[in-house]
């Protein structure tokens, strides 16, 4: 199994694609952590907003392999614990299928996205910078993997 992070956005700063590579590097063979990265598009004119959105989406929606899991980050998403994500990670192990996890661009997601989501997650409350989403998203999947496993990652 695959867990593919689609995001809409390119040139990190190094600390991040540090960090990132770091969890990374920390998955089991047989739970692969994969970073897909989509450049934004141009925000020029008028509803140059709404039409970045669009054309982000399609592109997101061209990336996103068949027959995938997907799963989208949104502020009107459910919220998980380390825990209640664990079982997760099992359920997903059990569909025989990759994992998409989609973070949008500066804009958001589409309805179009949301709607071929299988589930939408939100991260917190308070809005994040999508550098830190990347980081933070790797880390609570390994995170809930770990406590999956039984590994002695998380401490709770």
């Known amino acids: 199994m695959k867990i593919i992070l689609i995001a809409v956005g ?4 190094s600390w991040v694609n540090t960090a990132f590579n ?14 897909h990265e989509l450049q934004p598009s ?3 004119g008028k ?3 709404e039409k970045a959105k ?6 997101i929606l061209e990336a996103i392999p068949k027959k995938s899991y997907i799963i989208s980050l949104d502020e009107r998403g ?3 614990t380390s825990v209640e994500l664990s079982k997760k990670v099992g359920d997903w192990q059990s569909l025989g299928s990759d994992v998409v996890l989609i973070i949008g661009g500066p804009n ?4 179009e996205i949301r709607q071929k989501s299988n589930e939408l997650w939100s ?6 910078p999508h550098p830190l989403v990347r980081v933070f998203l790797a880390e609570t999947v390994y995170r809930a993997w770990s406590i999956y496993t039984n590994l002695p990652y998380h401490r709770a």
Do not use: C, I, V, W
């Not at 770091?22 to 970073?35: A, G, I, N, T, V």
């Not at 669009?54 to 592109?59: K, N, Q, T, V």
């Not at 991260?123 to 994040?128: F, I, Q, W, Y």
């Open 22 to 35: 770091d969890y990374q590097k920390r998955f089991p063979s047989e739970m692969k952590l994969e970073l």
């Open 123 to 128: 991260l917190s409350k308070l809005t994040l």
């Open 78 to 80: 459910r919220q998980y």
């Open 47 to 49: 509803n140059s907003e």
């Open 54 to 59: 669009e054309e982000e989406a399609a592109a």
């Open 108 to 111: 958001g997601l589409t309805d």
């Open 42 to 44: 141009k925000r020029t």
């Open 10 to 13: 390119t040139k990190m700063p």
